[in-house]
C-alpha cells in the first residue's frame, strides 16, 4: 500500500454515530484505501460557529495507493453518496472528511493543503490524532503536536 493518511471525521446532525460508521465502511470499500486504525469518537463543542449542535469527531489512520489528490476527491465523492448537506460555510453538517496528513508531506494547491491548515488549534482533531499516533509532528514543526495540545485549554470541549 505505502503511503499513510489520517484523515478527521466530524458529523454533527441527524444520527451522528451513523454517519460516522457510514463513512468509513465507504472508505473501507476503496479497494485503495485500507483502514488500519481509528481513534475513538469524542463528543466535541461545536468550533468556528457555536449556534449548532455538537459534533461526534474522530481521527482514522488509512494505507493507501491513492495519491493524496484521488484521496481528496475519493472522500469528496463518499461526502457526495452520503448526501452531504452543509448548510453555510462552517455550518452543521451530517459528514466531513479532512485529510489531516499524507504521509510526511507539505501540499499547497488551492485544491489541497496538508497538514490541514486548522489541524494545529483545534483539540477535536488533535486528540483523537494523538490517541492513534501519539508522537506525530507536523512536517515544517520540529515540536511534537502533543506540545501544541498542551497550549490548548480545558481541551476545547471534548470529551
Ligand atoms: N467540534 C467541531 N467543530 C467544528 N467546526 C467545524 S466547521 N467543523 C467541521 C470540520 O471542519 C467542526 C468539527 O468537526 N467539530
Known amino acids: 500500500m505505502g503511503n499513510i493518511a489520517y484523515i478527521g471525521l466530524g458529523s454533527n446532525i441527524e444520527n451522528r454515530l451513523e454517519n460516522l460508521r457510514e463513512a468509513i465502511t465507504a472508505l473501507s470499500i476503496v479497494k485503495e484505501i485500507n483502514v488500519v486504525n481509528s481513534s475513538s469518537i469524542y463528543e466535541t463543542d461545536p468550533v468556528g460557529y457555536e449556534e449548532q449542535d455538537q459534533f461526534l469527531n474522530m481521527v482514522i489512520q488509512v494505507e493507501t495507493e491513492l495519491t493524496p489528490f484521488e484521496l481528496i476527491d475519493a472522500c469528496l465523492e463518499i461526502e457526495k453518496n452520503l448526501g452531504r448537506k452543509r448548510l453555510f460555510r462552517w455550518g452543521p453538517r451530517n459528514i466531513d472528511l479532512d485529510i489531516l496528513l499524507y504521509n510526511h508531506e507539505n501540499i499547497e494547491t488551492d485544491k489541497l493543503i496538508i497538514p490541514h491548515p486548522r489541524m494545529h488549534e483545534r483539540a477535536f482533531v488533535l486528540i483523537p490524532l494523538l490517541e492513534i499516533h501519539p ?18 485549554p480545558d481541551r476545547k470541549g471534548v470529551r
Open 135 to 152: 508522537n506525530v509532528s507536523l512536517p515544517e514543526m520540529e515540536q511534537p503536536l502533543q506540545r501544541l495540545l498542551e497550549a490548548i
